[in-house]
């Protein structure tokens, strides 16, 4: 190091700085050189080294959601994340969403081959969005039929990167250990990717959702219809609905049938934890598909698996949904790419041992250690409810003569509904009756 002379050409050199807890800066380091010729040099020199590196991004679709959490989106991409893309000499098309579903209708029509990657700012919902535009677009483009719960979906070629803007971002939270857009934004300029499990959702044979995050029925599904009526209060409705929802105590009852991924490493009660570079993903992805085929030239029939009851909740977790109010999430040993669920059932219990259950989610007790909670690692899945979805109206009288329990959306009425409704990464699926499988790796994430 030495101080500059007048003469002297400055150089700047940004780099990407880790740390502590998951984070990334950008950092800089400034050279002098009075040789003017030699300095250009060294500038071409990294330029060609940094062009050699085919995984960074050099266009990019960037969705803002100016809605999301606490609809500070436009603000932080402008303040935070496009001077980094500009410093990196990453181009961009910025569209700011009007509506919902903007996005995914924009993806269904734009040609996707200008672009190295898609960035969403927002939250889950967002990514959500996203993530079905690019797959449907890919899928229609192969003629493959998504309403067939059998058909082998086709990989989507493109990433996704998310800048977190929302009011959970578990997705951002789980792929990159912290929900901050520079360390977003900088996973994204140097390329890093990360394969995703993605499940489809169907009902009667008809497609309904993908799903990368969580799918929870009772409780978790009950939370996010409740918050959708106080989406003024911003991300602390969750934790009022999440309150109210405990109170309501509601059970809901069905049958569950399961097929366990029995060819896959690892369990849901594993210590180890999922990370870049996982063991387990790499592995259990070529471990299923030899299976798979194998099952397909045998026709081998499966073993499945039958649990029947009432339940408080029923969560399908295609990874660890870890976000910072639930550090370790709700299966804190579920893989990002293994081609895997973890079904997890928590039967009728008291409201102290449900209290307890959802206290584990936030610390590091095990949340599985209980006599009312089942997890399996599954491939597909099944759930039937007790009561016919068709006739609604009937359904509330069988809950009142049933149940009589308090009533959340009726407070007077003192009836209970007997069906709930999933929560699908966010986003709500009216049905009670689902089929659920794995899928396919989806779009590697760009912020990995
Ligand atoms: N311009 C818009 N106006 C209204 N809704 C929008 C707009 N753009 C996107 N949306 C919808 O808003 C919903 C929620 O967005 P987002 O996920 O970004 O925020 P959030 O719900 O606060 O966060 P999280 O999903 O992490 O809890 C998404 O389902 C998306 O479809």
């Known amino acids: 190091k030495r ?25 800089e380091v400034t050279f002098y050189c009075s040789d003017q010729l030699l300095c250009n040099q060294w500038v071409q020199a990294l330029q060609r ?90 899928q229609k483009i192969a003629g493959i039929d998504q309403n067939d719960p059998n058909s082998k979906l086709v990989a989507c070629s493109l990433r996704i990167g998310i800048i977190p803007a929302g009011s959970t971002d578990c997705i951002c939270y789980a792929t990159v250990g912290v929900n901050d857009p520079v ?54 409705r969750y934790d009022f609905s999440g309150f109210k929802t405990f109170l309501s105590h509601q059970c809901y009852e069905g049958t569950v049938l399961y097929l366990p991924a029995t060819e896959t490493l690892g369990n849901p009660r594993d210590e180890s934890r999922c990370t870049a570079g996982c063991y387990v993903c790499q592995y259990s992805g070529k471990l299923l598909d030899l299976s798979n085929n194998k099952q397909e030239l045998k026709h081998v029939e499966e073993d499945w698996k039958v649990v029947k009851g009432k339940f408080l909740a029923i969560n399908a977790a295609n990874m660890s949904c870890a976000c910072s109010k639930s550090p370790m999430g709700l299966s804190p040993a579920a893989h990002l790419a293994d081609g895997t669920i973890d079904l997890i059932l928590v039967r009728k219990c ?67 509904q007997v069906n709930s409704n999933w929560n699908c990464d966010g986003e709500i699926i009216e049905h009670a009756a689902v089929e659920v499988r794995y899928v396919l790796f989806c779009c590697l994430e760009l912020s990995g």
């Open 350 to 416: 008291s409201r102290f041992n449900f209290l307890r259950h959802l206290i584990r989610h936030t610390n590091k007790d095990d949340q599985f250690d209980l006599a009312f909670v089942e997890v399996y690692r599954v491939k597909q899945f099944i759930f039937t409810p007790k009561y016919s979805e068709e006739d609604n109206i009937d359904i509330r009288d069988i809950g009142k003569n049933l149940f009589g329990q308090f009533c959340s959306d009726h407070p007077a009425c003192g009836c209970s």
């Open 3 to 27: 101080l500059s002379r007048q003469e002297d050409v400055p150089r700047i050199l940004y780099y990407v700085q880790r740390s502590k807890e998951h984070h990334w800066c950008c950092a």
């Open 183 to 236: 360390t977003s934004a900088l996973h994204i300029i140097v390329g890093d990717s990360q394969p995703m499990d993605v499940s489809s959702v169907h009902h009667n044979n008809t497609f309904l959702k993908y799903s990368v995050s969580l799918l929870g029925y009772g409780f978790y599904g009950d939370v996010l219809k409740d918050s959708e009526n106080n989406r003024w209060m911003g991300p602390s």
């Open 49 to 138: 080294r940094l062009d050699l590196q085919g995984v960074r991004p050099k266009n990019l679709l960037v969705f803002i959601n100016p809605f999301g959490g606490k609809q500070l989106g436009k603000h932080i991409y402008d303040k935070k994340v496009a001077p980094l893309f500009q410093l990196a000499s990453i181009t961009t098309e910025v569209i700011v969403t009007e509506h919902a579903n903007h996005a995914r209708d924009h993806l269904a029509e734009v040609d996707l081959r200008i672009y190295d990657g898609i960035v969403c700012v927002g939250g889950d919902g967002m990514f959500s969005e996203v993530i079905h535009g690019l797959i449907c677009q890919t």
